[in-house]
């Protein structure tokens, strides 16, 4: 893991987690239009470094070491905390351990609830022949990339982590985004804010994000309608910020 810091210690702190198979500067529009308020700290997760190899184990492992990474430093209280679908999943379960302070704690297509298993191999599966493809540069794959996952201007940075990943790593994080871990008995003093979409498998997110708000019913709900799986926090930042800004200026 690394953790990327765009700080100057004097301002509250922001953590952004990507998602799988997804580098951490697809949060650079985040990061320019917040580090003049905050002070904020990108998380490049286990398996998505680009220096070297690492390997993800589980949303727990991953949470745990965000959080000794704060509190080795004496910073036991997160202003902000973001993550975008499985690192959303890691946000919640930072937030529901309590070993850190979140006052405000924003999910988008963060997947709490369970698929079927089959659907886990399925998608086991065609992640490692994407990041098998990758790996050899095939042009369609390549292409798909920039169509359909994520602008191409993340391409580089993508190979970059793909190159290192291995498919342990892959099973992992499926695994790890299909545990289906809403907590519903969390002594709750945040904010909370659940993003999502409307096509494809976003409907996991909408019941999560609706069974978030049965357990807590002071969770902000904001429905991205026709939009696939996080679409405005990769394809249009600008719109994701906005939304995002006012809830955390409109307490």
Same mark, same amino acid.
């Given at each position: 893991?690394?953790?990327?810091?765009?700080?100057? *210690?004097?301002?509250?702190? =922001?953590?952004?987690?990507?998602?799988?198979?997804?580098?951490?500067?697809?949060? =650079?529009?985040?990061?320019?239009?917040?580090?003049?308020?905050?002070?904020?700290? /990108?998380?490049?997760? +286990?398996?998505?470094? @680009?220096?070297?190899?690492?390997?993800?184990?589980?949303?727990?492992? @991953?949470?745990? @070491?965000?959080?000794?990474?704060?509190?080795?430093?004496?910073?036991?209280?997160?202003?902000?905390?973001?993550?975008?679908? =499985?690192?959303?999943? !890691?946000?919640?379960?930072?937030?529901?351990? *309590?070993?850190?302070?979140?006052?405000? #704690?924003?999910?988008?297509?963060?997947?709490?609830?369970?698929?079927?298993?089959?659907?886990?191999?399925?998608?086991?599966?065609?992640?490692?022949?994407?990041?098998?493809?990758?790996?050899?540069?095939?042009?369609?794959?390549?292409?798909?990339?920039?169509? +359909?996952? #994520?602008?191409?201007?993340?391409?580089?940075?993508?190979?970059? !982590? /793909?190159?290192?990943?291995?498919?342990?790593?892959?099973?992992? =994080?499926?695994?790890? /985004?299909?545990? *289906?871990?809403?907590?519903?008995?969390?002594?709750?003093?945040?904010?909370?804010?659940?993003?999502?979409?409307?096509?494809? +498998?976003?409907?996991?997110?909408?019941?999560?994000? /609706?069974?978030?708000?049965?357990?807590?019913?002071?969770? @902000?709900?904001?429905?991205?309608?026709?939009?696939?799986?996080?679409?405005?926090?990769?394809?249009?930042?600008?719109?994701?910020?906005?939304?995002?800004?006012?809830?955390?200026?409109?307490?």
């Amino acid at each position: 893991m690394q953790i990327h810091q765009f700080v100057d *210690g004097k301002k509250p702190i =922001m953590v952004l987690i990507h998602g799988i198979l997804t580098p951490w500067q697809i949060w =650079m529009p985040q990061i320019t239009a917040f580090k003049e308020r905050y002070d904020v700290y /990108a998380v490049a997760l +286990n398996a998505h470094t @680009e220096e070297d190899a690492s390997e993800f184990v589980s949303v727990s492992s @991953e949470a745990e @070491e965000i959080i000794q990474y704060f509190l080795t430093q004496n910073m036991e209280t997160i202003d902000v905390l973001c993550g975008l679908s =499985m690192g959303g999943a !890691i946000a919640h379960e930072i937030w529901k351990t *309590g070993k850190l302070t979140i006052n405000s #704690l924003v999910l988008d297509g963060a997947p709490l609830v369970p698929f079927p298993r089959f659907a886990e191999k399925i998608m086991i599966s065609n992640y490692i022949k994407i990041i098998h493809r990758s790996k050899e540069r095939d042009p369609k794959v390549l292409e798909a990339f920039k169509k +359909n996952f #994520l602008p191409e201007k993340y391409l580089d940075s993508y190979l970059k !982590i /793909a190159d290192f990943m291995s498919d342990t790593s892959i099973a992992n =994080m499926v695994h790890a /985004a299909n545990t *289906g871990n809403l907590c519903k008995d969390v002594n709750n003093q945040s904010r909370i804010l659940f993003l999502h979409g409307t096509k494809g +498998n976003e409907v996991l997110s909408k019941k999560a994000a /609706a069974l978030m708000k049965k357990s807590y019913p002071e969770t @902000e709900v904001i429905c991205f309608k026709g939009d696939p799986h996080c679409y405005k926090a990769t394809y249009e930042p600008e719109k994701w910020i906005e939304a995002v800004d006012a809830f955390l200026k409109n307490p």
